[in-house]
């Protein structure tokens, strides 16, 4: 029974460790940039431009994992991660941080992690069948801990900037990085878009194994499509919140502990949905799960962009984490269900080119609001548009028809 889990647990140290990274990276990297630049405006403008890489590149990463190997992207980009990480304290003692030279890091690093995230989503269904374990139970256990992660990612992250600095804390996450690397090189499981792919050259059936692919099925398949598009603009305006909008109001109140606990609640509660999912999927239809994200969403960030007292912040951050911490599995899931298995890559792939799509232009907009009419003004527009999103959403014919 342990020797069939062994696979699962590799895999999910390696999501965690990943995950962890990466959370910390959100913390220690907007902070670097205002303690040394003090400009939410430029802020904005690496982490939109490190988010164009995602967008680019992702779709190829969907690629090389249907055709390369889902491990062994995943190792890889793990690995180029860590380098990547340990270039800003490198270069901080070795030449001195410029506005130039942190911005040229943060678009290097960002090439590598989106091919990371979508080899390690594609491996899920590979995981399950090794571990035999319901594949559903599996994704919201996958996306329980990546949400773990992201509770103590931001923590662990205001920890060590008060402690050793921000620069230093790039040690840290360049570790986990090559943490996460080892321990999914040692995963050994079946793969089974090769053996789909196999089997229908097996059969005479020519295999599409063009890029496009990815582009294609989420385009004809409405419910997809009608998703990925709902994911494009409440990504545009949800990430700039986390990673621009609460980190400049609480550098002004030089409180790296305070912005911590806030976006560690919002990890806390999608932890707690996406661990849930596994049971609440087999009491409520997808319809309703879907219903009951989108309103908890738009009802939830309100009194976040009210920026009120730090105990009713953490409470909003808290319910609108629980609110969308089962969409991640749900939608996972519908891919895993609607497309074929070698095509999964080049899916998830494009997926994730479609979280680095909007983000860009929001962050720019929103660092620039920030600077011109503060954080509070450029909240409450932010949770407005994303309300309006989501009540939009549901009224869509093809979220009630299509499940």
């Known amino acids: 029974m342990l020797k069939k889990k062994t696979p699962l647990v590799l895999h999910q140290v390696s999501n965690f460790a990943s995950g962890l990274g990466n959370s910390i990276l959100m913390i220690t990297i907007p902070w670097l940039i205002l303690q040394e630049t003090r400009s939410p405006a430029f802020a904005g403008l690496v982490a939109a431009i490190s988010a164009i890489p995602g967008l680019i590149i992702s779709p190829i990463g969907g690629w090389l994992v249907d055709h390369v190997g889902r491990r062994a992207v995943s190792v890889c980009a793990d690995l180029l991660s860590s380098l990547a990480v340990f270039a800003f304290p490198i270069v901080a003692l070795t030449y001195g941080l410029s506005s130039f030279s942190i911005l040229l890091i943060a678009v290097v690093g960002a090439i590598f992690d989106p091919a990371g995230y979508t080899a390690r989503k594609t491996l899920l269904a590979d995981v399950a069948k090794a571990s035999e374990i319901e594949l559903d139970r599996l994704n919201g256990i996958h996306d329980g801990f990546m949400g773990i992660s992201w509770i103590l990612g931001p923590a662990v992250g205001a920890g060590l900037i008060s402690t050793v600095g921000a620069i230093n804390s790039f040690w840290v996450a360049g570790g986990l990085f090559i943490f996460a690397a080892i321990t999914i090189a040692f995963l050994r499981v079946g793969n089974l878009g090769k053996e789909a792919r196999d089997l229908a050259e097996k059969m005479g059936e020519k295999s599409d194994r063009s890029l496009r692919v990815g582009f294609q099925v989420l385009w004809r398949d409405k419910l997809l499509r009608t ?25 002004e109140q030089d409180n790296p502990a305070g912005l911590g606990i806030v976006i560690s609640a919002l990890a806390a509660g999608s932890t707690i949905g996406s661990f849930g999912y596994g049971w609440i999927s087999a009491r409520m239809s997808r319809k309703n799960l879907v219903r009951a994200t989108l309103i908890g969403t738009a009802v939830s960030i309100v009194p976040m962009a009210l920026l009120p007292p730090l105990p009713l912040f953490l409470l909003a951050a808290f319910l609108l984490g629980l609110s969308w911490g089962p969409f991640n599995p749900l939608e996972t899931s519908l891919i895993q269900q609607r497309v074929p298995a070698d095509q999964q890559g080049r899916v998830f792939g494009v997926q994730t080119a479609v979280f680095y799509a909007a983000p860009p232009l929001g962050m720019v907009l929103a660092g620039l609001s920030v600077e011109s009419f503060g954080v509070s003004t450029t909240y409450i527009v932010l949770a407005a548009i994303l309300s309006v999103t989501a009540i939009l959403a549901l009224l869509t014919k093809s979220l009630r028809s299509n499940f």
């Open 227 to 251: 998703l990925t598009i709902a994911i494009l603009v409440i990504a545009a305006v949800y990430l700039p919140t986390e990673t621009l909008v609460l980190p400049a109001y609480f550098e």
